[in-house]
């Protein structure tokens, strides 16, 4: 069992009390993952300190299914080590998890983090010693990471770059997202207010990067899932996606996890047996949730 101390960058104190126990609460997960199970860690795939990803591979991995989870913390904050209690999960789903670190606000403001998206899909399709086939690719996220997943996944197709056409992205499972950035009149000092102040360059871009503004023409199948007990912007957002992707070609499926917050819905993946992993599964064998 791992009982490495992780060495992580400063960052600015979370928000929340709530945020705080979570990010405790996934840091003591991490130090428990099996040692045999990461087969790399803090690979760079771009020049600036943030740009590393980890990846777990499941045995005898080649050419295998990608899952790529995005960490939240609200564009802010956040470590790719807070979803690394998933990897025995998905590994043993005979898929590879890559886990990156982004850019954070507000030293780097939108379109930062989700040009680090991009840039790690490049990446990995370039890299002659990753496994996994990046013509079956699996995008999810947490909080501010499924907001990136799903923005991801929906503007791809518009990158219009060469190196687009080697990845295939066939499936998008976000986690309590944040899929709509505007807000008329943020409260101040509110999460939403956070938005503004810290994230984005300019008010008007809260609309660009908005996955609720890229739907049409979807083909990527998606699995929205959220809480209960979530954030309103969070439930009012995924169900405002949903709607619209439901009016695209490809499938979409809502998952309410009752009982469950904003954080717990994350948390929750502790259980392998956790309806997400199915949802996961279900996509990858070209199934609807």
Known sequence: MREEIFQLAEQMPLPTVAAQRYASIVLSWATQVPEPLCSARNVPYGPDRQQTYDVFYPQNANRVPVVIFW???GWTNGFKEWSWFMAEHVTRLGAALVLPNYRLAPAHRMPAAFDDGLLLLRSLAASPSFSGDMRNVYFGGHSAGGHL???TALRFRHAGTAECD???IRGCAPISGI???SHPEPAPESLEA???DMVLRQADDDVIFSPICWTAGNRV???LTYGENDSPRVIRSNRRLAALL???SASVTRH???GRDHFDTHLMLRDPHSPWYHALENMMNGERS
């Open 221 to 223: 199948p998606f699995v």
């Open 166 to 168: 080697d990845i295939v």
């Open 149 to 151: 997943a799903a923005l």
């Open 246 to 248: 439901a009016c695209q």
């Open 71 to 73: 960490h939240g913390g």
């Open 256 to 258: 309410v996890e009752k």
């Open 194 to 196: 956070r938005v503004y």
């Open 179 to 181: 899929m709509d950035l």
